[in-house]
């Protein structure tokens, strides 16, 4: 069964201290209306808290494939409660990628893939030797969801 996270927590909490995001700007401080998903949790933002937005870069290093782009992260420290599919993973269809353990993707597996099917295609490309993870990002947007390892 693949193992879905987020955003490591250490990450969200060195923003959350004034660290610069992966454009060198600090994060931008709102407060929810309630839709914005969290990447570190991986839960809903309650209407009403405080969240921040900034761009996230969810690679070790800089290189072609490190895609970089927005996502929501609470304000306040939080962490994940569990490692199977999120329930902030509402849209009909996702984008999986799979990179390899340098970092880069593997041509011929980015795929739209329908929700109920993200689970089955993050386990067939986890199977291969040459597969170290999976992204799923916005089928729509391209934004980063989570990230989906071997359990």
Known sequence: MPKFSGMPTHHADAFREGGLDAYGNPPERQISDGSAPCRCCLK?????APMLILAYRPFDAIHAYAETGPVFICADHCAPDGTALPKVIVSPDYLLKAHSADERVIYGTGQITPRD???SYAATLLARDDVAFVDLRSARNNCWQVRITRD
């Open 44 to 48: 809903m933002i309650p209407e009403g």
């Open 117 to 119: 099917a993200v689970e």
